[in-house]
């Protein structure tokens, strides 16, 4: 497989006149990564990282579908294999060896994540005799349950897009096992709650806080995989109810709003999924409304102290292109209400999709900012290259992750 390791100024009239011109820049930005961290040419000691990985291998299912050129399908297979073989082992600095499940290596093999994923970190995480330090924190290991619901949705779309079972399978078996350990009860009699950070082995907590939008992304990506399930098997699934009974009474009345970018574009592209289950026919419309309320508040916050005003050393590209991203889920949100009108206005009653208008110029000026060669020279996008180069990758070309359900 030919790799291409140039840099390039995606900004120039090169790219700009040509009509294909997002493919063709995913399609360099996809291959350099996978050169740079070790997933073809393969190296001995890869870097892979949950989160990028995640929206990587729904970039490369994308490339696969628009070009019809199976080396990014072959890509999108070989880096899920990799996430198993690398984050759903032990670390090569610690003196624990082979799968965090705990299976046996040919057991592992079959279920690869039935221990969970590591998050990639550059450090060990915290062991429990240690002191908790906030800072420290961020650069240890362990595991995250939104990283984990993102591989979830990766795995989906893989099935999806093969027609192979066995990756939504694969998801199901992750979404049990971690919900199992994340999701705990405080105290006998009150209601459950959700860990944010976990330990590699899940059998301790390192952040017991609960993130923020955990719960409705919990919620939805398992309804997401069991629909897939469902579809694919062609019989109704319900295994995984019970969890998602308890992700449901875990958002009950829950807020949503934020003003943090990257949030409020998963919300956005929550919004968009909830939107798909309903026209599948999930009974999710009674989440839609409140998520679309909650969009348009943190929309409105954030516009009026938005980060876009800064120059690019101020500024983190990944959660601003989250964000982007997020806006390109509205578009298809619009989308699905002109062609299922009725399924998803009766749940809309108070947000109309038309609120949203005033707002979606804001994917096209942050793609356009990052695709400037000079902002992408800042400090802060090349400490975070990797995750900015495949979101804004997954921005410019969305159909790969912004999958129905």
């Not at 990799?82 to 600095?93: C, E, K, M, N, T």
């Not at 057991?107 to 240690?130: F, S, Y």
């Not at 998520?291 to 959660?319: H, T």
């Not at 990052?370 to 990797?386: D, P, V």
């Amino acid at each position: 497989m030919r790799l291409c390791s140039q840099r390039l100024d995606f900004s120039s009239p090169l790219y700009m006149v040509m009509p294909d011109a997002n493919v063709r820049i995913v399609r360099e930005i996809m291959l350099n990564f996978a050169e740079r961290t070790g997933l073809a040419p393969k190296r001995s000691s890869p870097e892979r990282y949950l989160w990028t990985d995640s929206f990587a291998v729904c970039n490369y299912l994308g490339l696969y579908l628009q070009t019809g050129d199976a080396q990014y399908r072959d890509l999108a297979l070989r880096l899920v294999d990799q996430v198993h073989s690398v984050l759903g082992r032990h670390r090569p600095d610690d003196s624990r060896t082979g799968w965090i499940s705990g299976l046996s290596d040919e057991e592992g093999q079959v279920h690869p994540t039935a221990g969970g994923l590591r998050i990639g970190k550059c450090m060990n995480e915290r062991r429990p005799d240690e002191l908790f330090d906030e800072a420290l924190e961020w650069d240890r290991d362990g595991q995250y349950f939104h990283y984990l619901t993102q591989w979830m949705h990766a795995l989906a779309c893989v099935s999806r897009t093969t027609g192979e079972a066995v990756f939504n399978r694969w998801a199901v078996e992750l979404a049990k096992s971690v919900h199992a350990r994340f999701v705990y009860e405080p105290r006998k009699g009150l209601e459950k709650s959700l860990y944010w950070k976990m330990s590699i082995d899940l059998s301790y907590p390192l952040v017991s806080a609960m993130g923020h939008h955990d719960p409705l992304d919990g919620l939805i990506t398992y309804l997401e995989i069991q629909a897939v399930q469902a579809n694919m098997s062609g019989q109704s699934s319900q295994e995984l109810s019970a969890e998602i009974s308890d992700m449901a009474r875990i958002c009950t009345g829950k807020s949503w709003t934020t003003d943090d970018a990257l949030g409020i574009g998963g919300l956005l592209i929550a919004a968009y999924k909830i939107a798909g289950l309903l026209v599948a026919g999930s009974d999710v419309g009674y989440l839609l409304d409140a998520v679309l309320k909650d969009c348009l508040a943190s929309l409105s916050s954030f516009s009026k102290r938005s980060s876009l005003r800064l120059p690019a050393d101020y500024r983190l590209a990944f959660r601003e292109i989250g964000l982007a991203l997020g806006l390109q889920a509205i578009k298809k949100l619009r989308g699905l209400v002109e062609h299922q009108p009725e399924a998803i206005r009766r749940s809309t009653g108070r947000v109309s999709i038309e609120s949203f208008e005033r707002y979606l110029p804001l994917s096209e000026e942050i793609s356009a900012f990052w695709l400037k060669r000079k902002n992408r020279e800042s400090t802060t996008w090349k400490e975070h290259q990797n995750i900015n180069d495949v979101m804004l990758a997954t921005s410019l070309a969305p159909d790969g992750y912004l999958t129905p359900p």
